[in-house]
């Protein structure tokens, strides 16, 4: 989640306007515009009231239910415990916001030896831009917030949802086998009764698959995807292979030997790839895979030795989901052909930006 630049309102005030440091303090939240987070914005807040007033050491104290974890709370040193309220050689300015407290800037160890009245009188000064700039990092700080804890139940949610796919479906395969194969006529029970249980039985065990991949799907999320080198791209098409086909499945993958990295969703991929070979399976076809490179999209291309269809709903739905197409062709000697592109997986990934 992008949480959007905010930058504090700069009302001139008397006080403000004849303090250039005061402006300066404003002139700090230009800094979240330029993707300055809270805990560095903060902490040159603090950096410039101190040199201002002349102190050595400087405090933003958020009155309790405000404080948010991680903020640059002191200056120069992050972990420095506060000094006690009237402690000798400090000075405290309330932070007001909107009409209402938000906390305090504590300014200490004055370079002179001691603060005088205008140091006090430009401590109150600062005041109001500080509250401003203080007020606008724990707005941003409060969002990150959410913004992590929503990722992080999604990626819950997302683990809970494979979990229970993947318990649940290794069951319900072997019981919709089953009924598939009593709703044959030749093994069809004559009682229309219980023929009329065994066709809805079998009605309501497709039903339960078709759950089961809507669950799948709602539980994708692009954030997983991740670079394959080719030699872990052909491991995950083999894991398809045992997992769509037995385990003692062996398929012939063909793959050029420059083939660069494909960024994909592994979990998503690996169970669209076992569909489409399930299928194969079940029509009792050989199958080849081929990996092919297209510009910057992937290509896999699923070839059996007889007539389709390979392509499952679950697996079609699942290449929308992660903006792939999946298609279908008979090849000319009438063989199935299921093509999987994924748009852009070998684009190279940028750059990262030189350490500072």
Do not use: N
Request: charged content about 15%.
């Amino acid at each position: 989640m992008v949480v959007p630049p905010a930058s504090p309102p700069s009302p001139p005030t008397a006080a403000t306007a004849v303090h250039p440091a005061a402006r300066a303090l404003y002139s700090v939240a230009t800094s979240f515009e330029s993707g300055g987070t809270p805990h560095v914005v903060l902490g040159e807040l603090l950096r410039r009231a101190a040199t201002a007033v002349g102190a050595r050491r400087a405090w933003l104290l958020f009155d309790p239910g405000r404080a948010a974890s991680g903020l640059a709370l002191a200056w120069p040193d992050p972990a420095a415990a506060p000094p006690e309220p009237g402690e000798p050689g400090t000075l405290a300015a309330p932070l007001l916001h909107a009409g209402a407290p938000i906390g305090t800037l504590v300014l200490a160890s004055p370079a002179g030896g001691a603060f005088g009245t205008a140091d006090r009188h430009l401590a109150m000064a600062l005041a109001h831009p500080a509250a401003a700039v203080a007020a606008t990092a724990l707005r941003l700080s409060a969002a990150e917030e959410r913004a992590r804890r929503a990722e992080e139940t999604a990626a819950l949610q997302a683990e809970l949802a494979g979990a229970v796919d993947h318990d649940l479906r290794t069951p319900l395969t072997t019981i919709l086998g089953a009924l598939q194969t009593l709703a044959h006529p030749e093994y069809l029970p004559a009682d229309p009764d219980l023929a009329a249980l065994v066709s809805s039985a079998l009605g309501q065990a497709q039903r339960l698959r078709s759950l089961l991949g809507d669950l799948l799907l709602i539980s994708w999320d692009a954030s997983r995807s991740e670079a394959l080198p080719p030699d872990a791209l052909r491991s995950l098409i083999t894991e398809a292979a045992r997992a769509g086909m037995g385990d003692g499945a062996a398929i012939a993958v063909e793959m050029p030997a420059d083939f660069p990295p494909a960024t994909v969703d592994p979990p998503a991929l690996r169970r669209l790839l076992s569909g489409v070979l399930r299928q194969a399976r079940r029509r009792g076809l050989a199958v080849r895979v081929e990996v092919t490179a297209w510009e910057e999209d992937a290509v896999i291309a699923v070839s059996a030795d007889g007539e389709g269809p390979l392509v499952p709903d679950l697996s079609e739905r699942l290449a929308a989901a992660m903006g792939a197409t999946l298609e279908e062709s008979t090849g000319a000697s009438g063989q199935a052909v299921a093509q999987l592109v994924l748009p852009g997986a070998l684009r190279p990934a940028p750059a990262a930006p030189p350490a500072t």
